[in-house]
């Protein structure tokens, strides 16, 4: 993408949903807003969602740009 093009929608959606699945991970891992659900299994979704964020945010920073 070259410095002076606008950015196109699947851009940011890819970075927003980066976002969300990292706050995800935050949520899960961090607080207890999901205190119902065992914690073994909050920590596991958790990092599932954080590694997936990681795959998510390369694939947009490399096919995004």
Do not use: E, Q
């Amino acid at each position: 993408m070259a410095l002076n093009a606008k950015p196109n929608f699947r851009f940011i959606w890819g970075l927003l949903m980066v976002a969300i699945y990292f706050c995800m991970f935050f949520l899960l891992v961090f607080t207890s807003l999901f205190g119902n659900i065992p914690s073994t299994f909050r920590i596991v979704l958790g990092v599932i969602f954080l590694v997936y964020g990681l795959y998510r945010g390369y694939s947009v920073w490399k096919y995004g740009r």
